[in-house]
């Protein structure tokens, strides 16, 4: 094996492992051998992205697909990024939609239909997404992970009676595979199995606290900064609810909140409080915030505050405008 080959198997390997600062050192010191390598530049990206910089990780992967303009794995990192964090929707179709001319294997064509179908679901373009997602190549894969996706995919775009199969096959085939569990729980929470439902959340939450954190992901300490930040700059109308509220921070959801029915990877909890008898106004409310759930919502350090803002928003509504009186709701 050459220099090369080896700083790219090396970093690629870290990269898997979640040591975004490994991976990019093996990939400078392999761009130190060759600055015109598609592959360094691809790993790169990865490693970028692994550390929360979208930026940089869309400059690697265009210069890899610039380098060479067949790269399909490249093009798939690209619209990946393009779809989470960043939500550039038609920049990330049109990705997908380049990178579908050089797909040949089952799972390449699935991979670049997935990615296409977040990003209309995303664009809110709901038809155009159903009708994407009918042209996914019947199988069969090898990787057990598309079960999954498509799974997955059916469910967002409103097919849960074709999801169902593909994630409990899924399961079955990776029962520890928590993205599969939670959903098994979506499932069985809308055909009402509320007991079958609680038991895949729970174990869906018992997974996620096995998955390493993200390279980003902020110290407690940080994040709890982050989330009073956000409260202090609320708009006027919708701060007057948190301002005095206590703020919790915890990792996941508690088992005893998904036994009493809160989603397991919620963002948000709101626990008003009591009101006062003079302005109808919560006395002394507390907000319960999920590290992990918010991370996974924002895909990098710098979407957490917007994310955050957005689902304090959502709960106040929720609880103030649509169900008046209420004491405590739940964000997905």
């Not at 598609?38 to 869309?58: F, I, R, T």
Request: charged fraction near 30%; hydrophobic fraction near 40%.
């Amino acid at each position: 094996m050459d220099q090369l080959s080896a700083h790219l198997d090396r970093g690629w390997d870290l990269a898997q492992k979640g040591d975004a600062s490994g991976a990019a050192t093996c990939a400078r010191r392999a761009l130190e051998l060759d600055p015109k390598s598609p592959e360094v530049h691809n790993l790169l990206g990865y490693a970028a992205a692994l550390g929360g910089d979208s930026d940089e990780a869309l400059e690697h992967y265009r210069n890899a697909i610039t380098l060479d303009e067949t790269y399909l794995e490249a093009m798939l990192n690209a619209a990946e990024v393009l779809v989470s964090p960043r939500g550039e929707w038609d920049e990330a179709i049109d990705m997908c939609d380049e990178a579908l001319d050089y797909a040949e294997s089952v799972e390449e064509i699935a991979d670049c239909i997935l990615l296409k179908v977040d990003a209309l679901l995303g664009k809110g373009s709901t038809d155009d997404a159903v009708r994407v997602l009918g042209k996914i190549p019947a199988g069969p894969y090898e990787n057990p992970s598309y079960d999954y996706l498509i799974g997955r995919a059916h469910y967002e775009v409103g097919q849960p009676e074709k999801a169902a199969p593909l994630i409990e096959e899924a399961v079955k085939r990776s029962p520890l595979h928590a993205d599969a569990r939670y959903y098994l729980g979506l499932l069985r929470d809308e055909r009402g199995d509320r007991a079958g439902a609680t038991d895949a959340f729970l174990n869906a939450r018992a997974l996620d606290l096995r998955e390493p954190v993200p390279a980003w992901s902020p110290s407690p300490e940080v994040f709890g900064g982050i989330v009073r930040q956000v409260v202090a700059k609320m708009d006027m109308t919708l701060g007057k609810y948190l301002r005095e509220a206590e703020v919790y921070c915890f990792d996941v959801v508690g088992p005893e909140l998904v036994v009493d029915g809160v989603d397991p990877r919620a963002l948000v909890i709101l626990d008003a409080g009591p009101e006062e008898a003079t302005d109808g106004l919560p006395r002394r409310g507390r907000i319960f915030v999920y590290q992990r759930g918010v991370e996974r919502a924002a895909g990098s350090l710098e979407g957490i505050a917007d994310e955050l803002a957005h689902a304090l928003e959502h709960e106040i509504a929720a609880i103030f405008t649509d169900r008046p009186g209420a004491g405590r709701d739940q964000l997905n």
